[in-house]
């Protein structure tokens, strides 16, 4: 791996070796991506402040994450399905985040269950929970993430409907999925890809798996899911959410301020500023243009978190300066599962550790404490 430089090399080589259904899924956005595009530009629109002659021979990136020690201010956000970007993928990403030293959060859409990451992995990870129609089986699954010791639930709030990806359907990753020779010679040119989905443990969403009776392939369980999206959900179910999981909360997804204002009111931990990657509400802002005035009005009450478009250390940095306390990255690290299973998530993650090490000392900065909109050039 030693041409691999940069994140965008890992998602060419992600795009040679997964399947075109499976790259797309993870590289695109949702309707005319607008949104998706605006998350990366707004982020190279910010400039830095170079600084010279400060002593920056003592830098770190260590610093804390819902109280707990982290080697960065980096989290794995919930990513749905990477067990079909890699053979047994959440297991290999939460591997690499640990052995980093930072949260890998599990998406409820995951191919390995919460159990088989649990029985793999030896420190506690992040649950990421999608509230669905039925909530006998919502109250049993954070039981089961209780059970296995995950140290955070991640609320996603912001796909109670689906946005909808072209691509996807294109591809046929819809329901249910159009099988075409186009198809079958792409698999058969990616034989390390099916070789290794194929000594996966599991084929179909593994935490949801057997909770429906006679439903077993995953055509079949994505239908069950569309249907399961719980439009009536509301600031109301909060409280419920609180009965059910005492441990700490994240709320992923907010883009506007009174909703940040009423998220710090029911007693989060922590919020992240989130479009989901502009897989959602196409024409919503970047999550950069937002975070500003969202750290202004709760900062003070709750820890920022940051995702969408994070591609750089440097991509860290600005969002640090702009008041995030972390970053999650999505597809950065799914580039690297895709690419070279957990060794390309470790190296997703050094690349952008080593990156935002380098732009803390060209901008005469040591410690990540010490980042604030100050490093940024007006
Ligand atoms: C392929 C893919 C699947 C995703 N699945 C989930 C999911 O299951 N749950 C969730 O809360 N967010 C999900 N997200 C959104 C990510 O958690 C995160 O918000 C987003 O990827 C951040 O943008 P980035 O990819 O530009 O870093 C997904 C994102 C991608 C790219």
């Known amino acids: 791996m030693k041409h691999i430089t940069c994140i965008e090399d890992l998602r060419l080589l992600h795009k040679q070796r997964v399947p075109k259904a499976f790259f797309d899924y993870a590289d695109r956005g949702s309707y005319a991506e607008e949104t998706l595009r605006a998350n990366r530009e707004d982020l190279a629109q910010i400039k830095f402040r170079q600084r010279i002659l400060v002593d920056v021979s003592k830098r770190s990136l260590s610093t804390t994450i819902l109280g707990e020690p982290a080697a960065m201010p980096l989290i794995l956000a919930p990513v749905g399905l990477l067990g079909m970007q890699h053979g047994d993928g959440e297991i290999y990403a939460c591997r690499a985040a640990q052995a980093a030293g930072i949260p890998f959060t599990q998406s409820t859409m995951s191919i390995c269950s919460i159990e088989d990451i649990a029985a793999a992995v030896d420190k506690p990870f992040w649950f990421q929970l999608y509230v669905m129609k039925d909530r006998g089986f919502i109250k049993a699954l954070t039981e089961r993430a209780i059970a296995a010791k995950c140290s955070a639930l991640v609320l996603t709030v912001d796909l109670q409907v689906n946005g909808q990806r072209h691509q996807d359907i294109k591809n046929g990753m819809t329901v249910p999925p159009e099988w075409s020779l186009s198809k079958l010679i792409d698999f058969a040119t990616k034989p390390a890809w099916v070789a290794g989905v194929l000594r996966g443990k599991r084929k179909t969403f593994g935490n949801l798996a057997g909770h429906m009776k006679g439903i077993d392939n995953i055509t079949a369980l994505a239908t069950w899911i569309s249907s399961q999206f719980d439009t009536t959900l509301s600031w109301k179910d909060l409280d419920w959410i609180r009965s059910i999981w005492p441990g700490k909360l994240v ?29 959602q509400l ?44 972390s970053c999650m990255i999505g597809r950065a690290y799914a580039y690297g599962l895709g690419a070279a299973g957990e060794a390309g998530v470790a190296k997703a993650i050094d690349i952008i550790g080593n990156e935002l090490l380098t732009t803390m000392g060209l901008c005469g900065i040591n410690t990540i404490a010490e980042i604030n909109d100050d490093a940024l050039a007006v």
């Not at 003070?300 to 991509?315: A, T, V």
């Open 251 to 279: 709320l992923k997804g907010i883009l506007d301020v009174e909703d940040a204002e009423i998220a710090a009111k029911i007693g989060a931990q922590a919020l992240v500023v989130s479009n989901h990657g502009g897989r």
């Open 282 to 325: 196409d024409g919503a802002p970047s999550s950069i243009e937002v975070l500003p005035e969202i750290v202004d009005a709760v900062g003070s009450k709750m820890e920022i978190m940051f995702d969408g478009g994070i591609r750089s250390g440097q991509d860290v940095m600005r969002a640090l300066a702009l008041g995030a306390k």
